[in-house]
């Protein structure tokens, strides 16, 4: 179905909607930050999420603050550690039925396996716990290197950190532009997934298992 890869060496995967959904962090940043900002405030719940939700709007996405918990903690005076958070949402973390075994499988067939978010390190952490060992890198955008994007920079740098050309790594991922067309743009092989089936291309994976249909380990 897919034209075959040849010489990759290194699988690379985004996180939130690639190996997860996103539900912790949004119940993270929707649900904790406001309901913490309320108790230690001493206010309901909506007028703390109201002004939550302005805070981070005037901060806005290009801003590296955005992705930093510890800078919002700080901000809003919340006498709270983000590990404390997190425990607390902790059941809402799912990794995508897919996962594992196709996990396993690259790794089983030799190729690094590592991650190229744009999240911050602490989410990445405790989103893939239980499959963390299935990576030799984890590269955070946010953490490594201060960037709020994969721009074609950080895909580059990633290379280069591996000793690998980009032709001989693949990378997945649910952002257009950040998973897709920028490390296309370097020489990376890189495949969009869309979970939801709406778009169809030669590059457009609607699971993860079709990366084993391109590696060529189907049916093995
Ligand atoms: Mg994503």
Known sequence: MHEQLEGIRVVSFDVDGTLTDKKFVDE????GIPEIYAET????FEDAFKIVMEAYEEVGENSIEWYLIDYWL????????????????KHEIRVYPEVESVLQRLSA????LIICSNAAREFIDVQIADIKHYFSRIFSA?????????SNDFYLEVCKILGVEPQEVVHVGDHWVFDFLNPRKVGINAFFLDRRGEKYGAFIIK??????????LDGA
């Open 28 to 31: 993270v940043w929707l649900r």
């Open 41 to 44: 405030h001493d206010m309901s």
């Open 74 to 89: 700080q901000r809003f005076q919340l006498n709270v550690s983000y590990e404390n958070i997190f425990e607390r949402f």
């Open 109 to 112: 067939a030799g190729y690094e």
């Open 142 to 150: 946010v953490s490594d290197f201060r960037q709020v994007k994969k």
């Open 207 to 216: 699971s993860l298992e079709e990366l084993l249909d391109i590696l060529g």
